[in-house]
């Protein structure tokens, strides 16, 4: 969200999505490198983001 806003002020083009997947990205990187197990859960991560996108287009509909 931080960097949403800086772009925005300072009007640069920029990707929310690019940027989250970036940001997650980044922080298993950091946990991994810190020596902490992470694990993710795919099957959940996509039921999670499939609920999300059904609902976006629900939204959407006109």
């Known amino acids: 969200m931080g960097w949403n806003l800086i772009?925005?002020?300072?009007?640069?083009?920029?990707?929310?999505?690019?940027?989250?997947i970036g940001g997650l990205m980044g922080a298993g990187l950091a946990e991994q490198?810190?020596?902490?197990d992470v694990t993710l859960?795919?099957?959940?991560?996509?039921?999670r983001l499939l609920i999300?996108?059904?609902?976006?287009?629900l939204s959407d509909l006109d």
């Open 33 to 36: 490198i810190a020596g902490n």
């Open 7 to 20: 772009t925005w002020w300072f009007g640069l083009p920029s990707s929310s999505t690019h940027a989250i």
């Open 41 to 47: 859960s795919w099957l959940r991560w996509l039921k």
């Open 52 to 57: 999300q996108w059904c609902c976006h287009q």
